[in-house]
């Protein structure tokens, strides 16, 4: 009997909890292509922890704590990218390294773990609570707060005034770096008034001193630092980028389908392609959810923005800032930017729309047009040089931004921004690259 | 049924609901041989260890809609003895019932008006 209900459970989508690292973003999402894996959004629910690409010292211990999170019986799957140096980060010792065709070596370990014929991951942490639940009396009873003492630990949260005029709690909250929500690696420092973001203050940022290559979608325009790209490979790039963003925004915005949809036209995606993402964006409008969850949330005035070279995030404030125009390539193509008005999250939706539909028709008419190299290029998020990337002077304006928001509002906004933290890292690699080179 | 009388009835399922969901977590400790460690009982978001405890008073802002919906669904409730009386009294019941739905009206307008429908 429990040998058929094994069989059985061992015939369904594996639940998976992804954790991507650097260089790992793209090949992870295009998982959810599998369908015979499911890539969850809590550890709790999944059974196996997916570990792909360089995760950065700083954050192993986030890593410890989320493999002892994933449901028992549970495995590590750490997947090189095909790099043969890549090794598992020490705090997963126990993980099974794999090198390609991970969706099949996911689909095995399950099986063999819900057929006891793999063990269960041990956890990696003590069984050790932070401290014992003790109040100030010789018994440990008595104390501040609502039972008294710290449980485990903890303190309670302060008291702070509500939007409604009450005096309730505030509660201190730190989300990330492994918040499906969120880019890879990015975390936030909160104070929250029931739904209400008092307080957002973005977290260290872990790839900063890292130096990984580029992923696949983000190469051409680190090459286009220093070397001359041919304008179809970048736009193409563009476009597969914008798509990408699209697909987890919408994952995120619970339309799943739609998500796997946009996703597998990124996979494709053709210079001809510009009438099929016209056609989409007149789906995203008929979706009225989309447009209420996303009008008026999280804008950016102009000023705000202006000169900071935000790319889409810029442009769909009203600012023409496109360092496209600057290269003669472009200029002999005729390009133009195209600017929404509004700045928020509803009109960088359009905007990155509108950019994609752009960039397919000029990767369509380039040819052989090559790019000049010049010391700024202009990358799917804005202004990329060797020493400033668009997520790094987006970051110190967030605070301002998320302050005052509903938590999902919140999650809208960062979502429509499109941070990419991992740009940091690959332009190191990329000035490292070339002193080697010289 | 009779042996415990209503008081012992519900006080039995009031234990079983307690007793049984720790009974299902103790058990799926011991199958598994390995009982859940103080790191993988925290909550999840997103990897890092919450900074105060979870216990914290907010305000229930949805109060306000779970007592209209409340006060609607009783009133719904007086609907059933109508249903079962319409055909024997008539035009008089249809009536009588289309006087208080237009009241209820009036008073689903009201909550409109004192913006008691809206979560901000």
């Known amino acids: 009997m429990s040998g058929l209900l094994a069989r059985l459970a061992a015939g369904a989508p594996v639940p998976v909890f992804p954790v991507a690292g650097a260089g790992a973003r793209d090949a992870v999402q295009d998982l959810r292509l599998q369908s015979e894996l499911s890539l969850l959004d809590s550890p709790r629910a999944a059974n196996v922890l997916l570990v792909a690409g360089t995760i950065p010292e700083e954050l192993w211990d986030a890593l410890a704590r989320v493999h002892d999170m994933i449901s028992r019986p549970r495995c590590t799957i750490f997947w090189t990218l095909g790099d043969p140096e890549l090794r598992p980060p020490p705090v997963l010792p126990e993980a099974l390294v794999v090198d390609a065709d991970v969706a099949g070596a996911i689909v095995t370990a399950h099986r063999e773990l819900l057929m006891g014929k793999r063990p269960s991951d041990p956890p990696v942490l003590p069984d050790e609570d932070p401290a014992q639940w003790r109040g100030v009396g010789p018994y440990g009873q008595g104390g501040t707060g609502m039972t008294g003492g710290t449980p485990y630990g903890r303190p309670m949260a302060e008291l702070g005034p509500d939007r409604d005029g009450l005096q309730l709690d505030v509660l201190p909250l730190r989300v990330g770096p492994f918040f499906p929500r969120f880019p890879a690696g990015f975390s936030l420092d909160l104070k929250l008034a029931g739904d209400v973001v008092v307080e957002a203050v973005p977290g260290p940022t872990p790839y900063a001193g890292a130096s990984v290559p580029p992923r696949p979608g983000l190469s051409p325009f680190v090459r286009a630092l220093s070397e001359p790209v041919s304008i179809v490979e970048l736009e193409m790039a563009r476009a597969r980028e914008h798509l990408r963003w699209l697909a987890d925004a919408l994952m995120a915005h619970e339309l799943r389908t739609l998500g796997v949809r946009v996703l597998r036209l990124a996979a494709n995606v053709q210079p001809g392609d510009g009438p099929a993402v016209r056609r989409l964006g007149r789906v995203l409008a008929l979706t009225q959810v989309l447009t209420w969850s996303t009008k008026g949330v999280g804008r950016f005035t102009g000023e705000k923005v202006a000169g900071l070279g935000l790319g889409p995030v810029s442009r769909a404030a009203g600012i023409a800032e496109d360092l496209r125009t600057d290269d003669p390539g472009y200029r002999g193509l005729g390009f133009e930017p195209v600017v929404q008005q509004g700045g928020d999250a509803s009109a960088r939706w359009r905007q990155r729309l509108e950019e994609t539909v752009q960039s397919l028709d000029l990767a369509g008419r380039a040819n052989g047009t090559r790019t000049e190299p010049a010391d700024r290029v202009e990358s799917p998020r804005g202004r990329l040089e060797a020493s400033s990337t668009p997520a790094a002077r987006l970051l110190p304006l967030l605070a301002d931004l998320l302050q005052g928001l509903e938590w999902g509002d919140a999650v809208t906004t960062l979502v429509s921004l499109d941070l990419d933290l991992e740009e940091e890292a690959a332009v190191g690699e990329s000035v490292t690259a070339g002193q080697v080179v010289r | ?120």
Not at chain 2, 9 to 23: M, T
Not at chain 2, 36 to 61: D, E, K, M, N
């Open chain 2, 1 to 120: 049924m009779t042996l415990l009388g209503p008081l012992g009835v519900a006080l039995a399922v009031f234990v079983a609901a307690i007793v049984a969901p720790l009974a299902l977590r103790g058990l799926g400790d011991i199958a598994t041989k390995a009982p859940q460690t103080a790191p993988s009982r925290t909550p999840f978001a997103g990897g890092l260890p919450p900074i105060v405890h979870a216990w914290s008073r907010y305000h229930a802002r949805y109060y306000v809609m779970a007592l209209v919906f409340l006060a609607f669904d009783m009133e719904m409730v007086f609907m059933y003895p109508w249903a079962v009386v319409f055909v024997r009294e008539g035009v008089t019941a249809f009536v009588e019932m289309g006087m208080f739905i237009t009241i209820l009206l009036l008073g689903v307008l009201y909550i409109w008006r004192e913006r008691a429908l809206e979560w901000s």
